[in-house]
Structure formats: structure tokens, C-alpha cells
């Protein structure tokens, strides 16, 4: 089976039926994968949302994931160190959190952002 962490703009787009969603829904949706949503990023869903940058509800958007059977990661201490080593390609602490769970686990990493490609082969961008 087949793991997947995906990243926070995944789930957003998946409530919108957002186009560049389709082209990972058949490995997303299939048997032979496990989904994850990281703690971290209903944290960052639920921080953009309270300072208005992102027009949502969370409980939809974690009711989707729960619809689909997506599983939740949480953020532990033992990310830490790959965090800590990971270079300063950019500086969003949110993908760097998500990045360190994907490469720790290690778990494909699903992303719309393609600088996170330069991080880890685990990246997939879509």
C-alpha cells in the first residue's frame, strides 16, 4: 500500500473540485493508497481562515477528509530533526513541517507548489 501526505492546498482544492485535483483523484481515491492529512495543515486551514485569507468552513473541510476515508497525521517531536536540517529553499514553516513529516515517514509528499520539489524526490507536484 501506498502512502501519501497531502499537502494543505490538496485538501482546499478538492472542496472546490479545483481542475489540478483531477489529475491525482484516481491515486487518491484508489484502495491501494493511504491518504494523510497532517495535523499542521488544519492548523494553517484554520489560521487563514481566521484572519480572512482563506473564505471556508474547517468542519467542511475535515468532514471531506473524513468522507474519504483520509487519515490524520499528527505533528511529534520527531520531525524535529529533519526540520532542522532541511535546507532554506523558502520560508513558509508550514511546508517545512509538512516536508519533514513526508520525509521522516517517509510518505509521498502531494503538493500544487512546485519550489517543494526541490526539497525531497518524494515531492509530487501537480
Known sequence: MTSFLVDTNVIIWLAGDNRRIKQ????IFSEDTQVFVSAVSWWEIAIKIRIGKLPVRLNTLRALAEEHSFLELPLSSR???TLAELPRIHNDPFDHMLL?????EPMRFITGDAILADYSSLVMVI
Open 24 to 27: 491525482v483523484k484516481e491515486l
Open 100 to 104: 519533514a513529516q513526508a520525509i521522516t
Open 79 to 81: 520531525y524535529a530533526d
